[in-house]
């Protein structure tokens, strides 16, 4: 094969799922692309590298391939696959103009564990699914494809295999046994924007400590996935009706020959990466999108995306309404706002730039008690945790500030920060706070419900 031909892999097949559309504009330089800007925040975020790095030591003795080169990673799988027994961390597998490169997996004669690893968390098998029907939860479902299409194309490709496929995920009953575990793999950014992760001792197991990490058997819910019983028939797409099989080997002939998968507008459009915001130089998929549909498409004037938590725009959209200029217009339209979207709509369309403040505001003004405290949290949320007997996800509180306001005007700033290293921080922190609050009868304010989201989490 040609290392140069276009193949669907697994992050591309997920972004076809999303829209099909969208694998037309993908990877190229002349298109705008917000997702690129962004990864490595988003998965040191996420912890995903730290995650994957970890799930290796829970499988000793394995290969590492670690070239980006598809071709060579191809060559060395299939050199250490011809052993009866062997663990490779990231094979490449490829069948026909798919390729996929696998996190771990474990091969013993002929039977295959496919093991895709996650920084998401999960407490029972139960996560998968949603509460009705037995279908799978809709954030479960990028996890279950990616696996459901990973293993798809290693069967594909090596019929005689036994396959059993696992989701590796942070495992919220679980606890740390020791301290400074997430230390050990120190997520880096090379020059060239490629990620690794650097780890800080020669690890042994009991660095490592009781594993936090748990392997969910999912042959079930691949099985499921390929027949189309994971979503319910009234909530399928056009595209979720097709075939497993047939849909991915339809994505993958338009990716393959560089055609531009048929333009579908809806929902999915609005939080679209192929927008050119702050890169006017560059080319607009999104933009390409719309106009393919209206011609005369205006990405300057006020879209109906931008109305605030709108839940009708998709059958807006299937009726032609697209600005909102439109639905000011439309007395029937209208009705379809509620008072803040209205006041939202009103005044982007007429202009007008003069504050709308309500009567009841100064009610609620009547009743705070000076003096006035306006705090702010900041706060960590990690897949592997800093401490012993931390589970991953568990709140980190490490810093907050109070700005307060007296009733003469004069405004005094409280700061707080964790600054001993190894020690859990968060009662430490909720001490502080309330020293900080406890002297008087003020009135409390914060930005968003999240600091009491974490003073709830801290209190359990």
């Known amino acids: ?28 330089n ?4 917000q997702k690129n800007q962004d990864q490595f925040l988003m998965a040191l975020a996420e912890g995903g590298f730290q995650v994957g790095e970890l799930a290796k030591y829970y499988y000793p003795g394995g290969h590492d391939i670690e070239t980006i080169d598809f071709q060579q990673a191809l060559h060395e799988t299939n050199k250490l696959l011809k052993q009866e027994n062997v663990i490779i961390y990231e094979p490449a597998i490829q069948y026909n103009n798919f390729v996929i490169r696998v996190d771990i997996l474990v091969k013993k004669g002929n039977k295959i564990e496919l093991i895709e690893v996650k920084a998401k968390s999960f407490s029972s098998k139960n996560d998968f699914f949603a509460k009705r029907g037995g279908y799978i939860d809709k954030s479960w479902r990028p996890y279950l494809y990616d696996i459901s299409f990973q293993t798809m194309v290693a069967q594909k490709a090596n019929p005689i295999w036994n396959i059993t496929p696992y989701l590796m995920l942070a495992d919220k009953n679980k606890k740390t046994s020791v301290d400074g575990l997430n230390q050990l793999f120190i997520v880096e950014e090379n020059k060239n924007g490629y990620k690794s992760v650097k780890v800080n001792n020669k690890i042994a197991p009991n660095l490592l400590g009781d594993k936090i990490l748990t392997a969910i058997e999912v042959s079930d819910i691949v099985q499921q996935i390929w027949e189309g019983r994971d979503i319910a028939p009234k909530k399928k797409t056009i595209e979720d009706e097709k075939e497993f099989l047939y849909r991915a080997e339809e994505y993958a002939t338009f990716y393959n020959q560089n055609k531009k998968f048929p333009v579908t507008l809806g929902l999915k459009c609005k939080n679209c990466e192929f927008k050119n915001e ?7 998929g999104f933009d390409e999108c719309w106009k393919s549909k209206y011609p005369n498409f205006n990405f300057e004037e006020d879209h109906i995306f931008g109305i605030w938590n709108f839940r ?23 009705k379809l706002l509620n008072p803040r979207q209205f006041l939202q ?5 007429t202009k007008n730039i003069e504050e709308d403040i309500k009567p009841e505001l100064f009610e609620e003004m009547n009743n705070w008690t000076f003096p006035l405290h306006f705090i702010d949290f900041e706060t960590s949320m990690m897949a592997i945790p800093f401490l012993k007997n931390r589970k991953p996800y568990e709140q980190i509180a490490f810093q907050f500030s109070c700005h307060t306001l007296y009733e003469n005007g004069e405004i005094k700033h409280h700061e707080w920060i964790s600054k001993d290293r190894g020690e859990f921080p968060n009662y430490k922190f909720v001490t502080a706070l309330k020293g900080v609050l406890d002297k008087d009868e003020g009135t409390i304010f914060k930005y968003s419900p999240h600091e009491n989201t974490v003073l709830r989490q801290i209190q359990r």
Do not use: F, H, W
Request: aromatic fraction near 8%; include cysteine; hydrophobic fraction near 25%.
């Open 30 to 33: 002349e298109y705008a692309d």
């Open 312 to 334: 009708k725009s998709p059958e807006l959209i299937n009726q032609g309404v697209i600005y909102q200029k439109d639905i000011y217009s439309d007395s029937d339209m209208v």
């Open 345 to 349: 709509v009103e005044k982007i369309v």
């Open 278 to 284: 702050g890169q006017p130089q560059l080319k607009s």
């Open 1 to 28: 094969m040609n290392k140069n031909s276009r193949t669907l892999s697994k992050s591309r097949y997920k972004l076809s799922l999303e829209c099909p559309t969208k694998l037309y504009y993908t990877g190229k």
